[in-house]
């Protein structure tokens, strides 16, 4: 069998998640991968050869995928993900669509929203105090955007301003 790849990539705060909730559901209950479960704080975007060489490569090899997500707060333990590859996978998050992930997706979505839209949901999820780190991790999204293009790529773009999906 093989497992067809749908990233669904954006900034933070675009409305990624909720869209891959809504996929996964028509894709009868596909696995959701979040590029979160292996960024951090710490690490927000140079975590991605740990992301292929655990689940992509592993699915694309219809092998078992086994990973410990990432720990955003000190005072949590990280837990197992562990299941078979079955007819999709989604991926989803900031940089799910990632030149180096480009061999294994099939298909790409890139969900679009205005800045402040995607700073409130942010503040809204986090609290104020991770305003800070918001407004570094935008910076850093932005030099992503800028030197990959991911939106230009995309074989699908939508609207995260809209839920256009519920």
């Known amino acids: 069998m093989t497992t067809r790849i749908v990233a669904i990539d954006g900034l933070g705060g675009a409305g990624k998640s909720t869209f891959?909730?809504?996929?996964s559901i028509t894709l009868d209950g596909a696995e959701i991968i979040h590029t979160d479960d292996f960024a951090s704080w710490e690490n927000p975007l140079d975590w991605w050869p740990q992301l292929i060489e655990n689940v992509l490569?592993?699915?694309?090899?219809?092998?078992?995928v086994r990973f410990q997500r990432s720990q955003w707060q000190a005072d949590s333990d990280p837990e197992w993900v562990e299941f078979r590859p079955d007819n999709f996978l989604i991926l989803e998050g900031?940089?799910?669509?990632?030149?180096?992930?480009?061999?294994?997706?099939?298909?790409?979505?890139?969900?679009?929203?205005?800045?402040?839209l995607r700073l409130r949901r942010g503040?809204?999820?986090?609290?104020?105090?991770?305003?800070?780190q918001?407004?570094?991790?935008?910076?850093?999204e932005a030099r992503y955007r800028s030197r990959e293009?991911?939106?230009?790529?995309?074989d699908l773009?939508?609207?995260?301003?809209?839920?256009?999906w519920t």
């Open 94 to 116: 900031v940089t799910a669509a990632r030149e180096a992930f480009a061999p294994y997706l099939t298909y790409a979505i890139w969900v679009e929203a205005p800045e402040e």
């Open 20 to 23: 891959a909730e809504h996929l």
């Open 157 to 164: 773009v939508i609207r995260g301003d809209r839920d256009l």
């Open 149 to 154: 293009r991911p939106d230009e790529r995309a």
């Open 57 to 64: 490569g592993p699915v694309s090899r219809n092998e078992m």
């Open 123 to 132: 503040l809204e999820r986090d609290g104020q105090t991770a305003r800070k």
């Open 134 to 140: 918001w407004e570094l991790w935008m910076a850093d």
